[in-house]
């Protein structure tokens, strides 16, 4: 099993429990769900209504970026399609805790009931047949809190990390 990095807003859940909450949905979940290809562990994670998703296509330039996930089915397929692609790829060390060493999500900002979180990959995971995957994106994820509880409702993704 693989060990989950600690959760920098969770030192003091009652000082943070937004960001606390916010960092649980989009690392530790996040991953866990990916490694197992599992969709069901974080459907509802997501404000299905308001959904969209830009694919910046690790490009720098927005003129580059695309609508790529025009609601929330077309981006749990692709999310679906690649989680089960890590699945039949051979690595030569535990894919979790190299995605977990490759993840930082350090930036928060909370303006009422609405989140931006920057979620940053810059990692390798090494191949079973030499080489490695290279991990070098970042995603700023829209979030909005309902009832309490905080839902992703967009992001802007594979945008180049780090940007140039």
């Known amino acids: 099993m693989t060990a989950t990095p ?3 807003f969770a030192a003091d859940p009652d000082r943070d429990p937004d960001r606390a909450a916010i960092w649980e949905m989009l690392v530790t979940r996040d991953i866990a769900a990916f490694l197992a290809a599992d969709w069901a562990m974080v459907a509802e994670d997501f404000l299905a209504t308001e959904f ?4 910046a296509g690790r490009h720098p330039d927005p003129a ?3 609508l790529g996930f025009a609601d929330l089915a077309s981006y749990r397929d692709e999310w679906l399609r690649q989680a089960a692609a890590g699945q ?3 690595y030569a060390e535990d894919r979790g805790a190299a995605i977990h060493r490759a993840t930082r999500l350090e930036a928060i900002e909370i ?3 609405r989140a931006l979180a920057r979620k ?3 990692g390798r995971i090494a191949l079973a047949s030499g080489g490695a995957e290279r991990m070098e994106w970042q995603t700023l994820y829209h979030c909005r809190n309902v009832g309490g509880v905080w839902k992703i409702c967009g992001f802007i993704g594979y945008l180049p990390n780090p940007m140039r």
């Open 64 to 66: 580059q970026w695309r």
């Open 120 to 122: 940053c990959f810059m």
């Open 52 to 55: 969209f998703g830009i694919d």
């Open 88 to 90: 039949v790829t051979a």
């Open 111 to 113: 303006a009422g009931d």
């Open 6 to 8: 600690t959760n920098p």
